[in-house]
């Protein structure tokens, strides 16, 4: 039997959402017809809208639907009037790559944003400017002091856009918590189907749409929507306080599991641990083999896990992450993300010990025939 140890690249879909899919296959019709058909069809969207409002303190009608976290993402950059992007290093390349020319800001060798780098950017005016920070870096499980970040951005003048996709259901999101003014979010990344996402908005922030045509989701984007993708992500949302209340049992595993690893090899590098974390995510180092060569070995163990972020095409690159926190090469070559969840069992954790342990012992014995 295999063992998932990747969540935060995606979680194994909920019960829930596929129930909620189901019942969305059984309908025909198209959300913005008005009969009783696409009326029924219109339900469904509207009541997970309700729902991802519901949680996150936002009005329903702030909340766009897309089709990833990625174009979520790429949304709250699009806000007519704010020229200038500011980027912390550590970003997602869903904020990267859409926004190539952005300012980009250094991060503290924990992780977490340079703040002081933060405002001397700003300048005196950042009334131009969408500053953007992720709340939970989806590597090393980095959790961003927002609301001080916030509190920053708007002395200036500036919005605040947070990739929230790897922090929901992990940790409490809350626009008005928070203090952001937009928020995106993955439904992959809470046991809801590939292909669905949102973008958040506060009140009075309305982006452009990077899709047009035909005006759904209020003209924030069109084509027709993903019907059981949403539906998949209302259903998921059922179980988000489930998910909330079990963090610190993942927690503890991840715990037990990062001592078991630096009992057996005093070398090993846990990367993050000076900045507060999401309980599902480790991100340790071994010191001379290469993160592809790890995943490799762990893949043949039957357990999955993955070098860096798992959204880059199967790529398996030197992260950006781990460099902008100014590891050393070896170690940011060498790390692998060990990501848990809900399903994730104290044996999951003996198991995936025991190879990255049988691994580390051929690293050794190999460096003693050398």
């Known amino acids: 039997m295999r063992i998932y140890l990747d969540h935060n690249a995606a979680a194994p879909l909920l019960p829930e959402a596929a129930a909620a899919v189901t019942k969305a296959m059984a309908l025909s019709g198209n959300p913005s017809s008005i009969h009783g058909h696409g009326r029924a069809v219109r339900r469904m969207i509207e009541d997970a809208r309700a729902t991802l409002a519901e949680c996150t303190g936002a009005r329903a009608e702030d909340i766009a639907f897309t089709a990833s976290g990625s174009e979520a993402c790429q949304l709250m950059l699009n806000v007519p009037g704010r020229s200038r992007i500011l980027a912390s290093a550590t970003e997602h390349a869903a904020i990267l790559e859409a926004a190539p020319h ?193 995943v490799m070995a762990m893949d043949l163990a039957g357990i999955a896990v993955s070098a860096g972020a798992a959204c880059s095409s199967g790529k398996v690159a030197a992260s950006h992450v781990l460099e902008a926190m100014g590891l050393r090469d070896d170690i940011a070559g060498g790390t692998i993300r060990i990501s848990l969840g809900l399903s994730t069992t104290e044996a999951d954790i003996e198991a995936f010990v025991a190879a990255w342990t049988a691994l580390y012992m051929r690293r050794n014995a190999n460096s003693a025939g050398t």
């Open 102 to 294: 952005a300012e980009i800001l250094p991060v503290l060798p924990n992780g977490l944003l340079d703040i002081a780098a933060l405002t001397s950017a700003l300048g005196d005016d950042g009334s131009d400017a969408i500053v953007a920070v992720m709340l939970a870096n989806n590597e090393t499980g980095a959790l961003q002091p927002i609301a001080e970040i916030a509190e920053c951005v708007h002395a200036k003048g500036g919005l605040l856009a947070v990739d929230a996709a790897q922090a929901f259901g992990k940790t409490p999101v809350v626009l008005a918590d928070l203090n952001a003014d937009m928020l995106a979010f993955s439904s992959a990344k809470i046991g809801g189907p590939l292909g669905a996402g949102a973008a958040v908005f506060r009140k009075g922030v309305v982006p452009k749409a990077l899709l047009t045509g035909g005006g759904q989701e209020r003209g924030l984007r069109g084509g027709s929507e993903n019907v059981l993708g949403i539906a998949g992500f209302g259903g998921a949302l059922a179980a988000l306080d489930a998910s909330l209340a079990a963090q610190p049992q993942v927690a503890r595993l991840r715990d037990q599991m990062e001592a078991a690893v630096l009992s057996v090899a005093p070398d090993a590098v846990l990367n993050g641990l000076d900045a507060p974390r999401l309980a599902t995510t480790a991100s340790i180092a071994m010191p001379g083999v290469d993160a592809a060569t790890q």
